[in-house]
């Protein structure tokens, strides 16, 4: 046998895979936990840019997942914008995603923010702070994660449930940093301190500390900033009763987890699916894409304007790879389950 027809062949099949991409629809569609109002001029732009119509699907991370689990091969889903590590490993663990091929991102995005097996990538960072009581604590009392879970603060703490993947991913960082065991001891530690048994989310535990009911809270950096952008007197008030701690700057370094994204399994437009994932990565997509949830950009030349988070300053980030949390979900799981942390 000659070895045209086998060249013949490849190219055919070279050929077929190139106009696979080039014959798709020029259609997205985004299933997305996402839902502010930067994001409309985010999505417009991509469409100006490159003539894809993003058709969007809004609901909340678990409501989602639960969709791309009966959907199955027949998903419409290309592209899911979920946010924390706990829950993107979750949809890898479903066997949701398909690696994405692109220099692009994997030039622009850290390393530490990208699944190593190509599952997501983060397009935004936020972290996980300490909001305490002005009247009643100092920043030098609780610098650290571990100090929330120390004898001092007996009956002083709130945080949202255990079992949150915003916590489970912070316990997921401890368990990379201490070990299992001193991350169990953490829990306990801080279970024995709750002010009251967990309830609401982050920016009901802020809330909290400024009515009095605990003098520290756990709450992601971006319900803070939002409390402090607000020009609601209500809003004012927590503000100025309140301070913020980046945990950890003299160790590890504070505890961040990303926004991210990945291409489904069966996205029927993967070629449109890997432009957006590029297009989020771009500098103009970056600024709205972080400045909508009042969150960083991870490409790192590109610069936030948000007066909030510059009030704040400059922190330290643990360096973990985002990756590591999600793989410790479950030990974390187990840990909160332990500690009582409901
Ligand atoms: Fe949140």
Redesign the pocket.
């Known amino acids: 046998m000659s070895r045209l027809p086998i060249l013949a062949t490849a190219l055919a099949a070279a050929f077929t895979l190139a106009t696979a991409h080039a014959a798709e629809e020029p259609v997205l569609n985004l299933y997305s936990a996402r839902h502010y109002q930067t994001d409309e001029a985010l999505y417009s732009n991509f469409t100006k840019a490159t003539g894809i119509k993003i058709n969007r699907i809004e609901a909340g991370d678990e409501q989602l997942l639960e969709r791309l689990k009966t959907e199955g091969a027949n998903s419409p889903a290309d592209v899911l914008l979920i946010?924390d590590a706990a829950r993107l490993w979750q949809a890898q663990q479903l066997g949701l995603f398909q690696p994405v091929k692109s220099e692009l991102l994997a030039k622009r995005i850290p390393t530490k923010f990208r699944d190593p097996d190509g599952n997501w990538d983060g397009f935004s960072y936020r972290a996980r702070v300490i909001v305490y009581d002005k009247a009643k604590l100092k920043p030098a009392d609780v610098p650290t994660y571990e100090s929330l879970a120390g004898p001092k603060l007996k009956g002083q703490v709130c945080v949202r449930s255990g079992s949150h993947p915003?916590n489970l991913s912070l316990l997921g960082s401890l368990i990379a940093h201490l070990g299992p065991e001193k991350a169990q001891a953490w829990a306990n530690g801080l279970v024995a301190n709750l002010a009251r048994a967990p309830k609401g989310?982050?920016t009901d535990q802020i809330k909290a500390v400024a009515a009095g009911e605990c003098s520290v809270a756990l709450a992601?950096s971006?319900?803070y900033a939002r409390i402090l952008r607000s020009s609601k007197p209500e809003d004012k008030e927590i503000a100025a009763k309140t301070g913020l701690v980046w945990p950890d700057q003299a160790g590890a370094g504070t505890h961040v987890n990303i926004s991210g994204a990945g291409i489904m399994k069966h996205a029927p437009h993967p070629g449109n699916a890997t432009k957006f994932l590029e297009y989020l990565a771009s500098d103009e997509a970056q600024r709205y894409f972080a400045g909508g949830n009042n969150e960083w950009p991870v490409v790192p030349t590109v610069a936030v304007d948000n007066p909030a988070l510059a009030a704040l300053g400059t922190f330290k980030i643990d360096p973990l790879p985002i990756a590591t949390l999600g793989k410790n979900t479950v030990e974390a799981q187990k840990i909160a389950d332990r500690a009582g942390w409901k």
């Open positions: 946010v915003y989310g982050d992601n971006y319900y």
